[in-house]
């Protein structure tokens, strides 16, 4: 079992900065693969960030270039900076976590391919 617990969403004006963090707990096998996900009222969720626990990462091509998902496996967390917020940035920011999605010759943190099991209860993150 694992626990996704999520921290520092708030209220910040166009242009500003924010940094989400996930403490994930139980088996670090499940806490493999780590991502960021988003939904705004009336949209469907949408993977932000992701994170192995290698350090390769993936990106919404939306939030590429402002946003930085970084881990620290000794805490099980991982961080989500973000900077040059602008109102469509304005979702609840759910953090997810699972093993990885393994083939025959390679393994993979995508959530397209797998939809994540563990999930946060989310911190909202609203821009004006």
């Known amino acids: 079992h694992v626990q996704l617990v999520e921290s520092g969403g708030g209220s910040v004006q166009a242009g500003g900065s924010l940094t989400l963090s996930c403490i994930g707990s139980?088996?670090?096998?499940?806490?493999?693969?780590m991502g960021w996900f988003r939904q705004a009222p009336g949209k469907e969720r949408e993977a932000v960030a992701t994170?192995?626990?290698?350090?390769?990462?993936t990106y919404a091509d939306s939030v590429k270039g402002r946003f930085t998902i970084s881990r620290d496996n000794e805490k099980n967390t991982i961080y989500l900076q973000m900077t040059n917020l602008q109102p469509e940035d304005t979702a609840m920011y759910t953090c997810?976590?699972?093993?990885?999605?393994?083939?025959?010759?390679?393994?993979?943190?995508?959530?397209?391919?797998?939809?994540?099991?563990?999930w946060g209860r989310g911190t909202q993150v609203t821009v004006s």
């Open positions: 997810a976590a699972d093993g990885p999605y393994c083939t025959a010759t390679s393994c993979s943190c995508d959530p397209a391919l797998d939809e994540y099991l563990y």
């Open positions: 139980g088996d670090t096998f499940l806490n493999s693969c």
């Open positions: 994170t192995d626990r290698d350090g390769d990462t």
